[in-house]
């Protein structure tokens, strides 16, 4: 009962509303509790001073010794539910051991501790994890081995800490270690509000002194943490470690983060940007000798001051990586607010950067599909091949394919159109030739026997392969083929036979798994594979069209075709409807 018999006198009104708000959870237990509190709730009127006079004393020792006599400590029963609530304020952690009975929560054992210097520049949410892991540690005789529930005021420690989920990983390291200390016990956490907390938020608020037990084991396990985090600061790309605190000291904006992290955040985000970019990483926000640090991942991030942002910029970037990689170099040692938009903007007006970057990507269009067979031809050579140089010349429409054989050296405007006139005496003349940028396409000789057959020439864009894609890509397959035959004994001339006899006879699937030969010539080739039919076999034929008769007044059925909202189709049939002609 010392926590509570010892409580000290209230010097504000933060901490007069505290001891009133443990008086109100405790009320029902207290007789003419109004009167009692009546020259303290005078001092909380707007329009009077906070002195405490001799009447405040009085009403205050009162309402302490009610508290101590209403709510004597009852025996540890271990039948009885445990609850364990923790609070904690900017200076302070209080908490209270109770048996959930009949009557209420009636308390076991109180506890309340003065946060270290250390302690005091913790972030709200490990001073709020501290506070259960004070209760926890004095409490352990009690709780340990046994189920119990514990009440917290600050709800995001409900998903840290609850038992049976992972610990999120962006969970800063020192609420990862306790996470892990709780795991030892078996608990229930739950959501209070503060305003039903006082029974904690008093002692919090209130606290009896320091707990040198406590803190000296406390200390021990934070070494290993700050001396991972002062490795992060002092290996930061910066001009040191100091002049980091010096401007922090100047920033406005960190200055105020700073009064957040120590007195407790705001509950609504900030409307200015930059702080509700803080308040969104509040729970990972820490204070390290004077120097703010944003814990993510295991990794401890100096938060940079604006004064010192440009030269950061200019050390992640010296030298001249892209955009990813200067990001997760950052990511290992520096942030703030902005820092992603600043490292693209910077990168982007860097002149070196922009001098040595890949020309950006173009899109293009791809070929119309042809309406007939040999509208549209494709021209390419192959080779040198197997000594020769080949004339690649295939349909759009029916992706059939012709060869011209060529000596290499030869390939002139003349050989090639010589080529044309023997392909096209078979085929016909077609409507456009799409060819790329090669001399014997480009000259003056092929622009003129183009426009002597009224022929639409089409260059591709040049150093653009692709865009004369179906010439290069049956030059691929012809070689591929060509020398897949070869090797397995056959002839040059018979190798190209061979591919081309059956590569005109394949069912292509952008043909609907028609053969090339069946979509430009209407039919499919007779071959040796054709021979397996019978001799006298008849495909079936349909001689004349099926027709069904009717007579006048005959019963028959009628469809009727009803469109409905939703785009399908309903039919309705109705039987033995008489139609008359």
């Known amino acids: 009962m010392a926590a509570l018999s010892q409580l000290p006198r209230p010097q504000d009104l933060h901490q007069l509303q505290a001891f009133l708000g443990k008086v109100n959870y405790y009320g029902r237990f207290i007789s003419n509790l109004a009167d009692k509190a009546a020259p303290l709730y005078n001092l909380l009127k707007n329009d009077v001073a906070f002195t405490w006079s001799n009447e ?227 729970d990972s926000l820490q204070l390290e000798q004077g120097v703010l640090l944003l814990i993510r991942e295991q990794t401890s991030r100096v938060v940079i001051p604006r004064s010192l942002q440009c030269r950061i910029l200019d050390t992640l970037h010296s030298s001249h990586w892209g955009v990813v990689k200067v990001k997760q170099l950052a990511r290992r040692y520096v942030w703030w607010s902005t820092i992603n938009t600043d490292i693209e903007l910077a990168i982007k007006s860097c002149e070196v950067c922009q001098e040595s970057a890949a020309a950006p990507g173009q899109k293009f269009q791809s070929w119309p599909k042809t309406d007939k067979p040999w509208e549209r031809i494709h021209l390419d050579f192959a080779g040198p091949f197997r000594g020769k140089m080949w004339l690649i010349c295939i349909d759009a429409c029916s992706k059939f394919p012709y060869i011209g054989r060529m000596e290499i050296g030869q390939t002139t405007s003349r050989q090639t159109v010589q080529v044309l006139k023997d392909i096209f005496a078979i085929e016909g003349v077609p409507a456009t030739i799409v060819t790329d940028n090669g001399p014997q396409f480009s000259s003056q000789e092929f622009t003129n026997f183009c426009n002597s057959f009224h022929i639409n020439h089409v260059l591709s864009p040049p150093y653009h392969p692709p865009s004369n894609g179906e010439a290069e890509r049956f030059v691929r397959t012809f070689k591929s083929s060509v020398d897949k035959n070869c090797e397995g004994g056959a002839s040059l001339d018979e190798s190209i036979r061979l591919t081309l006899a059956s590569y005109r006879t394949i069912p292509h699937p952008a043909l609907e798994w028609k053969t090339p030969a069946e979509v430009l010539h209407g039919r499919q080739p007779r071959g040796l594979l054709s021979l397996l039919q019978p001799t006298n076999h008849k495909y079936p034929k349909h001689d004349k069209p099926q027709t069904t008769q009717f007579t006048i007044d005959s019963l028959v059925y009628a469809v009727t075709t009803v469109l409905v909202q939703s785009g399908f189709q309903e039919l309705l049939y109705q039987n033995k409807e008489m139609l008359s002609t």
């Open 56 to 282: 405040c004393e009085q009403a205050f020792t009162q309402l302490k010794n009610s508290i101590i006599n209403a709510t004597s400590l009852t025996h540890y029963d271990e039948t009885k539910p445990l609850i364990l609530a923790a609070d904690a304020s900017s200076y302070g952690l209080g908490v209270v051991l109770s048996q959930d009975t009949d009557q209420g929560e009636v308390p076991v054992a109180y506890a309340s501790k003065t946060l270290t210097d250390t302690q005091k520049n913790y972030s709200q949410i490990e001073r709020e994890a501290l506070s259960i892991i004070y209760g926890v540690t004095k409490f352990r005789q009690f709780l340990y081995g046994r189920h119990f529930t514990l009440v917290t005021d600050h709800e995001p420690l409900t998903t840290i800490f609850a038992p049976g989920k992972n610990i999120p990983t962006l969970t800063a390291q020192r609420l990862q270690r306790w996470a892990l200390t709780l795991m030892g016990f078996q608990f229930t956490i739950r959501y209070r509000k503060t305003s039903q907390h006082g029974n904690a938020d008093c002692l919090s608020r209130l606290p009896f002194g320091p707990d040198s037990n406590f803190d000296r084991i406390e200390q021990q396990d934070n070494k290993e943490i700050s001396h991972a985090i002062q490795e992060q600061i002092f290996t930061s790309p910066v001009a040191g470690y100091n002049e980091v605190r010096q401007e922090t000291v100047k920033d406005q904006h960190l200055q105020r983060v700073i009064t957040w992290i120590q007195q407790g955040w705001p509950v609504i985000k900030p409307d200015d940007k930059e702080l509700g970019t803080f308040w969104i990483h509040r």
